[in-house]
C-alpha cells in the first residue's frame, strides 16, 4: 500500500475545522510524517493512525505552521513506550530548538531521537530504506524550504507461478526467483530467471511541494509523477499577494500540475480567510481535471 493521509490542511492559523500542514505517508507497514503542525498528535489519535509505526519524520521549513506539533509528539512518543529510534529530517536550526525543549523541562526521551539536518539549497536522495527512496528538493520560499518526494518501488521481480511449476522448481526456491536467481537443476542445466519471472511492477512516485511560490523551476520534480501536493494558500484574484509571500495560488498549481503531466493533483494550505473551499475546485479543475481538494482525514492511494 502507498497512500498519503491528510493530517491538516490549513495554514498559519489553526480553525475549529481545519489544522495546521501534517500528512502520513503510508508505505506498506511503515508510516512517515511529514511536517507535524501544531495538534499533529491529535489528528493522528482521531484518524487511529498507529504512531508507533512512524520510523521517520520530515519537516519542510521552519514557519510555525509545519512543526509546532513536534515537540508535543516526540514527548507523547516516549511517554507511551517508545524504544525505537526515530529520525527526523529538517533545517539544521530544528534541532537545537528541540534539545532547548527538552533540557528546559528535563525531558529524557526513552528513544533514540536522530536528526539529519537539511542545509539550505540542497537537493537528491535523503532516505532509501527497502522499497522507498525520499528525495528532497529547495523550494522558494521566505525561508529555507524542502519538499520532498517519495518513490515506492517494489524490488522483488513477479513470479510466473505456471511457469515456475512447469519447470518443477520447488516452491521453497520461488523466494530466490524473485530475487533474480536463476535455478540449477539436479542433472546441472539452468532454468534462466526471466523465464519464469517478470521484472517488478513500475515505481509509483508522491511528490510533495511544501510552501512555495509560483516556480517552474519545480517542473523537473513533478515530471509524471502519479500524485502531487501543491499548496494553494490563495485564490487566483490574490496572485500578487501570494507572490509578495512567497505562496501560490489556485491557477498557478493547476498549471505547474498541468505542464508536469502529473496524474494526480492535491491542493491545500489554505488561508484561514477562507471558510469555502469549493471555489478551489472550481478554479482549479478547469486547468487541471484531476485535482483535488486535501480533506482533512481522507487518505488518497498514490
Ligand atoms: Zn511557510
Known amino acids: ?15 475549529l475545522d481545519r489544522h495546521p500542514t501534517a500528512q502520513i505517508v503510508t508505505c506498506d507497514e511503515q508510516l512517515l510524517l511529514v511536517d507535524c503542525g501544531e495538534g499533529t498528535q491529535l489528528r493522528i489519535a482521531q484518524y487511529r493512525i498507529k504512531r508507533s509505526k512512524i520510523r521517520y ?6 514557519h510555525g505552521d509545519h512543526y509546532f506539533g513536534l515537540i508535543g509528539l516526540l514527548n ?7 524504544t525505537e529510534p526515530l529520525s527526523v529530517y ?13 533540557d528546559c523541562s528535563g525531558t529524557q526521551l526513552h528513544y533514540e531521537l536522530s536528526f539529519v539536518p537539511l542545509q539550505p539549497g540542497y537537493s537528491g536522495i535523503i532516505l532509501e530504506d527497502k522499497e522507498l527512496t525520499v528525495r528532497c528538493f529547495p523550494t522558494q ?10 518513490t515506492m518501488q517494489k524490488k522483488k521481480r513477479k513470479l510466473i507461478p505456471e511457469q515456475a511449476r512447469a519447470y518443477e522448481i520447488p516452491a521453497a526456491y520461488y523466494g530466490k526467483l524473485q530475487e533474480g536467481a536463476d535455478y540449477v537443476r539436479k542433472d546441472g542445466t539452468i532454468v534462466k530467471n526471466d523465464w519464469v519471472t517478470l521484472p517488478p511492477a513500475k515505481g509509483k512516485r508522491y511528490v510533495y511541494c511544501a510552501d512555495t511560490i509560483y516556480d517552474t523551476g519545480l517542473l523537473p520534480m513533478l515530471q509524471d509523477a502519479d500524485l502531487v501536493y501543491h499548496e494553494t494558500t490563495y485564490l487566483h484574484d490574490l496572485e ?8 501560490s495560488t489556485t491557477v498557478q498549481a493547476a498549471s505547474l500540475a498541468a505542464a508536469a503531466a502529473a496524474k494526480r493533483l492535491l491542493i491545500g494550505h489554505f488561508s484561514s480567510k477562507y471558510t469555502d473551499l469549493q471555489p478551489f475546485l472550481e478554479e482549479t ?3 487541471f481535471a484531476a485535482t483535488d481538494i486535501a480533506e482533512e482525514g481522507v487518505t488518497y492511494y498514490v
Open 240 to 247: 500578487t499577494r501570494a507572490a509578495e509571500r512567497y505562496h
Open 141 to 150: 520560499h521566505r525561508i529555507s524550504c524542502f519538499g520532498f518526494s517519495f
Open 285 to 287: 479543475r478547469p486547468v
Open 57 to 62: 519524520i520530515f519537516i519542510s521549513h521552519l
Open 1 to 15: 500500500m502507498f497512500a498519503v493521509t491528510i493530517l491538516g490542511n490549513n495554514s498559519a492559523i489553526p480553525t
Open 76 to 82: 507523547t512518543l516516549s511517554l507511551m513506550g517508545r
Open 90 to 102: 529538517a533545517p539544521p536550526e530544528l534541532e537545537p530548538i528541540i534539545q532547548l525543549q527538552l
